[in-house]
């Protein structure tokens, strides 16, 4: 009993030796009081240095006054001088780590200045084992521990990064950033801002891996501000924010607008609908490779002030865009996200965001399509690509090694300087090329807008549909994974089809590069030439004279040319390779075509206009000895007689 009572005992004294080892504001010398008082006006007028010297007075006068402890440490926070900041924080909580438990938080984002992050870590997840009620402090502990835990691990694992600025013919002693780029990489589009903070679009070429001084484009900018721009990759139209535009049509202080590149020049720009445009902030767009998606930033209110999302709209079958949606919570937070840019593959998304677990500021990010066609998780492009500093602005070459981004790195030539940089091989896009055409007309050699149209192979959806420029020319990027069939076509030609089997991989070093000729109709001129136009998109089964499902897109553009032009009498024609018995590839010949033939007498052909013939493997475009030229030689054609 008597050991009982001697450990109570001892308890309660040492209990009281802890609630008598320091003072506060109730309990501390009136002396130290005024100190502090006069502390606390002089910091709220902004007067750290000031202040500072009455904190020091308070804890002279008291030494042990924690209330005064932690007010000096916030002081010496606010000037900057983390390491007495810290020092004096620890003082506090070792007084009593239940007294304030925001101390912890704030010991954390000192620990996190001072590039201690195991140790900003633990801190933070003091603070939140305490279950903290002030909202914006909880949230800001919880991104300080996730950021601190992955700072700690991305320092010790970097990743390659050696940047480079682009070249003096881009960079001057302006700033130049938010970098946009066609799919050849010839032509870059940047924002470049001058001395009177006026922001204009430039452009820069590409001529022989060289880049030419950057220019004004004209007709797009104006006397007043013009930003964040991004060109299609065929380089044919562009979008970008502007603000301040009333009159125009605009719906809020700043709004998305497009441009389209015509012979004579850029267009003068045009808001986009009210389907995007809203009371809201809509800026920094990106267009996909398909032409049919714009994603962008749409700054909104939340309950924890303003932020900002990134949204997606889609261009529907009659031309308009498709209500915006927010992209999903693996990619938007409740802080801000800016800067997305769409790859050229589709499926890959690079972004900024403050509020993912990062390395300062904002980092840069990227976030992949997932099967089901939402975004995956987003990762970090990982250390020293991140930094304490705010990146953004990055934009993926279609190669899906280069990168652009903007930075003001030491050494550069003015502020903002555009750099390129090797991406990462865990960062980088899908493979990607690209096919790039003239098309003119067969019987003159002139260039003609005829529209182009890529589909799936497998699934017959409209991958892109697009019409030349007015020089015949188009481009449009392919990514890896599919099968896509191309036809090209215009009123009162005959059209041209292609297929560009992409199942397996895709390189930008070896694009598809086509001249096209569109032979017009005219039945004369088609029978004197005698020219075949290969179906290129009409499949076997292997050995078979069966059409296959995913020739019907091409079968029934064939019934629509006969249809249409009904003085037309075509000739269909079989080829194989020389695979196998030259009499049993004679005859799969003869009854391929004949299906071809039998397949439009069944769409109401009439049988006097057809006829079809078998050449075996007597007629081969491209030597037999690879596997591409014997894919070439098999094939359907047709001849108009």
Known sequence: M????????????????????????????????????????????????????????????????????????????????????????????????????????FLAKIEWELDKYVECAGHAASYLRSQPKNAKNKLGAQRLLSSAQFASNAVGHPVPFDPKPVSDSINTRWMEYFPSLTADNDLLIFTRRDEDQDENFYQGERINGVWQKAHPLLGVNTERNEGASSVSPDGSWMAFTACNREGDGS???????????????????????????????????????????????????SGIGNHSDIYQSVRLPNGKWSTPEILGPQINTPGKEDCPFLHPDGQTLYFTSDSLPGMGDADLFFSRKQADGTWGKA????????????????????????????????????????????????????????????????????????????????????????????????????????????NVNKDKFLFFSDNFNLV???????????????????????????????????????????????????????????????????????????????????KLSEARAKSVHDYLLSKSISPERLRYKGFGESTPLKPNDTPEGRARNRRTEFVVW
């Open 2 to 105: 008597r050991s009982l009572i001697l450990a109570i005992f001892l308890i309660c004294v040492y209990s009281t030796g802890i609630a008598q080892s320091y003072t506060t504001v109730k309990t501390t010398s009136s002396q130290a009081l005024s100190s502090y008082n006069a502390g606390n006006d002089e910091a709220a007028r902004g007067q750290a240095a000031i202040a500072q010297g009455y904190f020091e007075m308070a804890l002279k006068a008291d030494p042990k006054f924690i209330d005064g402890k932690l007010a000096l440490a916030d002081n010496y926070a606010e000037l900057r001088d983390f390491f007495k900041a810290e020092k004096h924080f620890e003082e506090a909580i070792a007084m009593d780590s239940t007294y304030k438990p925001v101390a912890f938080y």
């Open 379 to 486: 990762q970090n492009l990982g250390y020293p690509i991140n930094t304490k500093g705010r990146e953004a602005g990055l934009v993926v070459s279609l190669d899906g090694r280069t990168a652009y981004f903007s930075s003001d790195r030491p050494n550069g030539r003015g502020g903002l300087d555009l750099y390129t940089f090797e991406l990462p091989e865990f960062a980088r896009p899908q493979k990607v090329t690209y096919a790039k055409a003239k098309v003119t007309n067969g019987a003159t050699g002139y260039p003609i807008v005829a529209k182009v149209e890529f589909t799936d192979v497998n699934t017959g959806k409209v991958f892109v549909s697009a019409s030349t420029k007015s020089d015949g020319t188009f481009l449009v990027c392919l990514p890896a994974g599919k099968e896509y069939a191309l």
């Open 251 to 301: 719906q809020g202080s700043c709004d998305l607008y497009w441009s389209q590149l015509k012979s004579t020049g850029w267009t003068k720009p045009v808001p986009f609908s009210s389907t995007i445009n809203s009371e809201s902030w809509e800026s920094q767009p990106t267009i996909g490779a398909d032409n049919r998606t714009l994603i962008f930033i749409r700054d909104t209110i």
């Open 504 to 586: 397996d991989t895709a390189t930008f070093e070896k694009p598809f590069l086509l001249d096209i000729e569109l032979m017009p109709i005219a039945a004369d001129a088609l029978v004197k030439e005698g020219k075949p136009i290969v179906l290129r998109n009409v499949f076997f089964e292997t050995g078979s004279a069966e059409l296959r499902q995913q020739s019907m897109t091409e079968l029934d553009r064939l019934v629509r040319l006969l249809t249409e032009n009904p003085e037309l009498k075509f000739q269909i024609n079989g080829h194989t390779d020389n695979v196998g018995d030259d009499g049993f590839n004679q």
